[in-house]
């Protein structure tokens, strides 16, 4: 079974600041899919950004990009410029690329933007 | 707005009680998935169907089914409600055909309180 590993429970970042979320995540398969979703305080799970595990490319969106290490198996996410709407809980999760396509989901990290 | 929809928003029930949540995917997705957020669990998969099929399924209790209908929407049934069992439902949909692993878009969730 897969797992996810959200490391930070908490962290904050100073309003236009760049801050850094982890996961790593164990798998003994080749093909899977990685993503981010954001919860803010009106519980809705939000899509930040996808990766698919055969692409070499980091995915980015706009402020927001992941820095994809397979070999390690880590899936790091990266806020630029942080804004107050970015107060958050992030979640990293897993799907498998074959078979059923659950989401497994990390613990999450509360982010807070400090203005 | 994700386009799916769930409701009631909120529902509160006492213990030994059945509930039915319900869920319409976005136009032109054909599976739905349902997960529980609770504070203990996190965020768990609990089952998906796919164009009116049961495709998978997580940590489901037994207490607990799932149907989808003709018309795509889908209802989630929990029975003998016990106090645990309190959490925040939701619905996610994607278009996933079985041989490609789409993004799944998260509903508003329907909180359930069990007293």
């Known amino acids: 079974a897969q797992t996810v590993t959200q490391s930070q429970p908490e962290m904050s970042v100073q309003e236009a600041e760049t801050v850094t979320l982890s996961c790593t995540y164990d798998t003994s398969e080749s093909n899977y899919y990685l993503f981010w979703y954001k919860q803010p305080p009106s519980r809705q799970m939000i899509l930040v950004i996808r990766q698919e595990a055969y692409k070499q490319q980091n995915a980015t969106e706009n402020r927001f990009s992941v820095n994809f290490q397979k070999a390690a198996k880590s899936f790091s996410l990266k806020i630029s410029d942080s804004q107050l709407g970015d107060t958050a809980m992030y979640f990293c999760?897993?799907?498998?690329?074959?078979?059923?396509?659950?989401?497994?989901f990390g613990k999450g990290t509360k982010l807070s933007v400090i203005p | 707005d994700s386009g799916v929809t769930q409701t009631p928003k909120h529902l509160i029930t006492a213990t030994g009680q059945r509930v039915t949540l319900r869920c319409s995917p976005r136009?032109?997705?054909?599976?739905v998935y349902w997960y529980q957020q609770s504070l203990d669990q996190g965020l768990q998969f609990l089952i998906q169907y796919y164009n009116g099929e049961e495709r998978a399924k997580g940590n489901i209790l037994e207490r607990f089914s799932a149907q989808q209908f003709p018309d795509l929407h889908s209802e989630l049934n929990l029975s003998s409600l016990e106090l645990g069992d309190s959490a925040l439902y939701f619905c996610?949909?994607?278009?996933?055909?079985?041989?490609?692993?789409?993004?799944?878009?998260f509903g508003p969730g329907t909180r359930l309180t069990v007293l």
């Open positions: 999760a897993f799907m498998s690329g074959a078979g059923s396509y659950q989401l497994t």
């Open positions: 996610a949909s994607s278009v996933t055909s079985g041989r490609v692993a789409d993004t799944q878009y």
């Open positions: 136009s032109g997705d054909l599976s």
